[in-house]
Nanobody, 115 residues
Framework: QVQLVESGGGLVQAGGSLRLSCAAS????????IGWYRQAPGKQREVVAR???????WYGVSVKGRFTISRDNAKNTVYLEMNNLKPEDTAVYYC?????????WGQGTQVTVSS
């Protein structure tokens, strides 16, 4: 079991940027693929980006070209750099394993983009 804590959210104007962090506990972090997910009010949780243990990345269509996922295994942390933010990016952002079975979901971090 890995414990994951998200941070870095906030309120930003459209076109702005934020960097989210996902800090993980446990010595197995470097061997785990991690994904960033988001859930907007009234909508299902969706995957935004993923990074494998080897650093291969994947992005959802709606964020490709604007978001960048990266990892620092020495710090047990995965980052999500978000640029050119849009109001439709407003959601609670979570991190968890790349694929099911998932660890327990954390509190997430709120991202609000104003128009």
């Amino acid at each position: 079991q890995v414990q994951l804590v998200e941070s870095g959210g906030g309120l930003v104007q459209a076109g702005g940027s934020l960097r989210l962090s996902c800090a993980a506990s446990g010595s197995t972090f470097s061997r785990i693929g991690i994904g960033w997910y988001r859930q907007a009010p009234g909508k299902q949780r969706e995957v935004v980006a993923r990074i494998t243990s080897g650093g291969t990345t994947w992005y959802g269509v709606s964020v490709k070209g604007r978001f960048t996922i990266s990892r620092d295994n020495a710090k047990n942390t995965v980052y999500l750099e978000m640029n050119n933010l849009k109001p439709e990016d407003t959601a609670v952002y979570y991190c968890n394993r790349y694929l099911p079975p998932f660890d327990s979901w954390g509190q997430g971090t709120q991202v609000t983009v104003s128009s």
